[in-house]
């Protein structure tokens, strides 16, 4: 019984720091955190901290590259690629666009939001896509001139519970 209440406590415990973290706002811009933006720029160094001092870890190489925001100081945003990697760019290098990257090798884009729709075309691993309308498991995309609905699952850029008109 000791055991049974250990874990319920736990569990409790795990959920209330989960709810606090969803709702943890950056102390610079008051944004949530975590939040998605893209780059702006061609090209842009990601820091091993908050300041020009600090050394170039990374160098990301495509305008409109998904990144998280997960911490803010000052003109600095700490960001995370589709990979897990990251660190600390300038404010300016980012936009509030909103894109996101397929992780499949091939992902089908398809005409209605639901399993059996047509497929319009297959996007490959690393494509880069504007989001636009997103319900519970699908997602708008436009890639190239060309427009569908692609599953949650292959995409990166968007929260799993999150929700767009």
């Given amino acids: 019984m000791l055991k049974l209440g250990k874990i319920i406590a736990i569990t409790i415990l795990l959920s ?6 969803a709702n943890e706002r950056g102390p610079v811009t ?9 780059m702006k ?20 190489k495509h305008r409109n590259t998904p990144l998280m925001i997960t911490g803010e100081y000052e003109h600095w945003r700490r960001v995370q690629d589709v990979d897990g990697q990251g660190g600390w760019m300038h404010f300016r290098l980012l936009s509030g666009t ?15 939001n639901y399993e059996g729709a047509d497929i319009v075309f297959f996007a490959e691993k690393g494509v880069i896509g504007n989001l636009d309308e997103c319900n519970l498991s699908w997602c708008k995309v436009f890639v190239n001139k060309k427009k ?3 599953s949650k699952s292959h995409i990166w ?4 519970n999150e929700l767009r008109n």
């Fill in 98 to 112: 909103r894109t996101v990257v397929f992780k499949s090798a091939k992902s089908p884009v398809k005409r209605r």
């Fill in 148 to 150: 569908g609905w692609v």
């Fill in 157 to 160: 850029g968007v929260f799993e």
């Fill in 41 to 60: 720029v061609n090209e842009g160094f990601v820091r091993r901290g908050p300041s020009k001092l600090h050394r170039i870890d990374w160098v990301y």
């Fill in 30 to 38: 008051n944004l949530p955190i975590p939040r998605f933006v893209s």
């Fill in 16 to 21: 209330w720091v989960s709810a606090i973290k």
